[in-house]
């Protein structure tokens, strides 16, 4: 071959030296658990749906959540939104508004007509769910898809269990629970209202059933022993917030005093406010740092009027005087008398001092173990008797409808295993992704969107909704403030940052390789990845 | 100038890419079909900055030139580490001669490529600080005098690395190299005022000067991008940190020069016919130690016995350019609610 003067080799490509032989450290993707994910007691891919949200691609958003739960608008508004607690952007200015975006996609799915996924295809098996509230719900639909058919049994006569008897309709209108729960029902349910389950055996064997699912909540309101006159008006939340959903709320008079410091003593209060009271007072005994109402709950009732004794117990109720007792909290914390009193006018006294289950239907039950009041479950939500399972408030757990819900799931998921004869599938989880492993600067700095309220005036007097939702551009926003903790986002930085070019693209959605045959293992891809979704391990030598 | 409106974006727009933005937003590395300029298989130390801010910047101006472009290339690193013979990483037309060059060799590509009429095709010629602020002045600066239409890109990592460390007139104050130690009362390299060669071109009133770093990709494309747009004698100086020689990690080359950014400590600038006509504000100020103690180089100002005192000069140093430049943004950035596409 001819070849220029002094030149004795071809020109050649530096592809022939495969750099990647220096390396002593591996870049690797990796996918970690973000830490709203890991908080949601319902298991839902929170990461996951925000992600499917941010293009503006809400159904698949939509899809993906009601893969783990089929209560969008319902969770939207009533959930404590644990996830937005663990939110890791919470470092960085304030947490993304998780529970707004699941808001907005639920109204949008009931406003756009979304029908849940079909049910599975028939597996012969049946079902008995006793309890329509959150956890018998999840627990009908996830069975369903997984193609059992199931008997869904209330002693209401409405679906819904607490969410309908227990949360006022300020915080969740019906007609939107009414239209999560229809699109359950569409899967093709045997609903049965009306009717109280006394024997769970016998409900089981002459109906046929393969397994059942308790999901009977906690409907008695605990009361406690109040020497009060004949004409003192005592009731308990529990009572008073179910005939109010029934539209027969009771009178109770200009003074209402709730007893008690959980969520449900400020949903009493807040409806007896409605219900025309001017003065609505909580009497508590401890302070408001060991109140186990949840904070925001609180603020919007301060917001509304009502006000707060604290570290105050009840003594006696007599025509319409109150005597309360004024409590100390010794050094571990727990309140105790100190001998003062005073009075406090009051028309009615509603006690929230936590609920009861009534658990009669398993009496003829023995393996069924009830400890403290609750019955006793094994991770997989099985009960001591083989293919009775049970969750919800009946069973030890933080008595939230969230909680309620992934209830439902694992319950389902078991329940399937059960009667096809495996074993529960025990999914491995990922690590967690911590906020450490984030490269921030990445992110723009992107307050969060705050959801209106109703003017104060005007939810003191009506059950109309106090929170109102997002619109689609700033749920948009909320969504893309989502850091996506230790997921590829695809936003290039290590195809970009990589000075050796061994990082493929492979093309939207499809994320990104490595080609080792170049990587020197430097780790600037690692170091500069946002969302933290690149490992470096030791190389093998 | 440079800066771009913030959208709510995830990455806003200091990421590379973003499934989210539209191709107009998006980086040229983010391009999957990209030039890809100088190749893998280059021996370039691991975490090496100036591969980096090559390929950046070569890209760049690949697209802005519709892929005519020759190269020009000094002697240094980029040079070495690319193209051992026989092998080439380059994958655009290159040319090395010698270490002090480049500018006039530059040069005389564009008169050629006049004299043949291509007026289609563009030149570009790089080097190192060491190449470009000591050994190549001469001609860089005959090459400004005369306005040749040239762009000169510096890939500055603020020493001779190639042959092992040694100081040059782009070393900074009080850093360890081969030839500056770490020893004595004054450590490190003197302080004094170093060749600023930005300021040096700008002051030849060629048509563009501007700074950039491998640590705001978007930034550095725009500016080659700018540069590409207009014809003579065109400076664009960037910042590539050096594991090696400044004793960092490899893994924080970006972040190093982010910091370097961050501190004031290099002020990223453009300069249209020998004025500043635009800054890129400090998004989180941040004290000088943060970057100085992260570099092996700096190592003697910490430790047992920290020299507060050094240190103070060289934050002097940072804050001397915040207040020249005007680094620190005024109003904080413009937040667009709407920068949302429903």
Redesign the interface.
């Known amino acids: 071959m001819e070849r220029p003067f002094a030149i004795t080799?071809?020109?050649?490509?530096?592809?022939?030296?495969?750099?990647g032989s220096?390396r002593v450290e591996r870049p690797v993707y990796v996918d970690r658990l973000p830490p709203c994910n890991d908080a949601c007691p319902a298991g839902e891919d929170i990461q996951g749906w925000l992600y499917q949200s941010?293009?503006?691609d809400y159904e698949a958003a939509w899809r993906l959540l009601v893969e783990d739960n089929p209560f969008p608008a319902v969770m939207g508004r009533i959930c404590y939104h644990p996830c937005e607690t663990s939110c890791n952007r919470v470092q960085l200015d304030e947490a993304v508004g998780i529970n707004a975006v699941e808001r907005f996609l639920g109204d949008h799915a009931i406003e756009r007509g979304w029908s849940l996924p079909a049910a599975g295809p028939d597996s012969g098996k049946r079902v008995l769910v006793v309890g329509a509230g959150p956890a018998g719900l999840s627990a009908t639909y996830h069975l369903k898809r997984l193609g059992h058919s199931v008997s869904l049994v209330d002693s209401a006569p409405k679906l819904g269990g607490m969410m309908r008897y227990g949360i006022p309709a300020y915080r969740l209108p019906r007609a939107v629970l009414d239209a999560e729960i229809a699109r359950i029902v569409a899967q093709g349910v045997d609903v049965v209202l009306d009717h109280t389950v006394d024997d769970i055996r016998r409900e089981r064997d002459e109906g046929g059933f393969d397994a059942v699912f308790l999901a009977v909540g906690a409907q008695l309101g605990r009361r406690v022993d109040i020497p009060a006159g004949d004409s003192s008006r005592i009731l308990d939340a529990v009572s008073l917030l179910h005939r109010v959903a029934d539209d027969d709320p009771p009178m109770l008079g200009r003074r209402v005093v709730v007893y008690g410091g959980g969520d449900t003593a400020l949903d009493a209060a807040r409806t007896a406010r409605r219900l025309g009271a001017t003065d609505a007072v909580i009497v508590y005994r401890r302070n408001r740092d060991r109140m186990p109402a949840h904070g925001e709950e609180l603020e919007e009732a301060l917001d509304e009027g009502i006000t707060m004794r604290w570290l105050s117990t009840v003594n006696s109720f007599e025509d319409d005087r109150l005597v309360l007792e004024k409590m100390r909290l010794d050094d571990e914390g727990f309140p105790q008398p100190t001998g003062e009193f005073e009075d406090l006018g009051a028309d009615s006294l509603i006690l929230a001092l936590g609920q009861d289950t009534d658990l009669s239907l398993i009496d003829e039950a023995p393996n069924v173990v009830v400890d403290d009041g609750v019955v006793e479950v094994l991770p997989t939500m099985m009960t001591g008797e083989s293919g009775i399972f049970a969750g919800g408030d009946a069973v030890p757990s933080p008595r939230t409808a969230t909680v309620a819900i992934g209830h439902g799931k694992r319950a389902a998921r078991s329940i399937d295993a059960y009667i096809s004869g495996e074993e529960p599938d025990q999914p491995g989880r990922h690590e967690l992704a911590s906020f450490d492993r984030l490269n921030t600067?990445?992110?723009?700095?992107?307050p969060r969107t705050k959801r209106p309220e109703l003017e104060r005036a005007r939810r003191q007097s009506t059950f109309d909704e106090v929170v109102e939702g997002l619109n689609?551009?700033?749920a948009?926003?909320e969504a893309?403030?989502?850091?996506?903790c230790g997921n590829c986002?695809?936003?290039?930085?290590c195809?970009?940052?990589?000075?050796?070019?061994?990082v493929i693209?492979l093309?939207?959605s499809e994320r990104y390789k490595f080609?080792y045959?170049?990587c020197?293992?430097?780790?600037?891809c690692?170091?500069?990845c946002?969302c933290g979704a690149i490992d470096?391990i030791p190389e093998r030598i | 100038m440079t800066t771009q409106p913030i959208h709510f974006y995830q990455v806003g727009s200091f990421a590379v890419g973003n499934r989210l933005l539209d191709d107009d937003g998006r980086t040229v590395q983010s391009d999957p079909n990209r030039t890809n300029s100088l190749d893998s298989g280059h021996r370039a130390c691991q975490g090496c900055g100036e591969a980096l801010g090559a390929r950046y910047a070569i890209d760049a101006a690949m697209r802005a030139s519709q892929g005519r472009l020759v190269a020009v290339n000094a002697t240094g690193c980029l040079e070495v580490f690319s193209t051992p013979y026989p092998e080439t990483s380059w994958r655009i037309p290159w040319l090395h001669s010698l270490f002090g060059n480049a500018p006039a060799v530059a040069t005389g590509v564009a008169a050629a490529l006049k004299v043949k009429g291509r007026s289609d095709v563009r030149v570009v010629a790089q080097a190192g600080d060491g190449g470009t602020v000591d050994i190549g002045f001469g001609c860089l600066s005959g090459m400004f005098e005369r306005n040749d239409d040239v762009l000169f890109i510096c890939y500055d990592n603020e020493a001779y690395m190639n042959t092992g460390v040694q100081r040059s007139g782009a070393t900074p104050p009080a850093a360890r190299t081969a030839t500056t130690e770490a020893i004595g009362s004054e450590a490190g390299n003197a302080f004094g005022q170093g060749k600023d060669l930005p300021r040096i071109a700008m002051a030849h009133d060629i048509p563009y000067v501007a700074t950039a770093t491998v640590a705001d990709l978007h930034d550095l494309e725009d500016k080659v991008e700018r540069a590409m747009q207009v014809h003579g004698a065109r400076y664009l100086h960037i910042l590539v940190p050096c594991p090696l020689g400044w004793g960092s990690a490899s893994s924080d080359t970006i972040r190093v020069a982010r910091l370097a950014k961050e501190t004031g400590l290099f002020p990223v600038f453009e300069a249209v016919d020998g004025k500043v006509t635009g800054v890129s504000p400090i998004r989180h100020r941040t004290p000088v130690e943060e970057y100085l103690s992260i570099q092996g180089r700096y190592a003697h100002l910490f430790g047992k016995h920290p020299r507060t005192d050094i240190i103070a000069r060289i934050q002097a140093m940072a804050d001397r350019n915040i207040t020249t430049y005007g680094l620190l943004a005024e109003e904080p950035a413009d937040i667009d609610p709407k920068g949302v596409d429903v």
Do not use: Q
């Open positions: 080799l071809d020109v050649g490509s530096s592809h022939a030296n495969r750099t220096w941010e293009p503006g600067w990445y992110f723009s700095d992107a689609e551009e700033n948009l926003f893309r403030r989502c850091l996506s986002f695809e936003c290039d930085n195809f970009g940052v990589c000075p050796d070019n061994a693209k093309g939207p080609d045959d170049f020197k293992g430097c780790g600037i690692a170091t500069e946002p470096m």
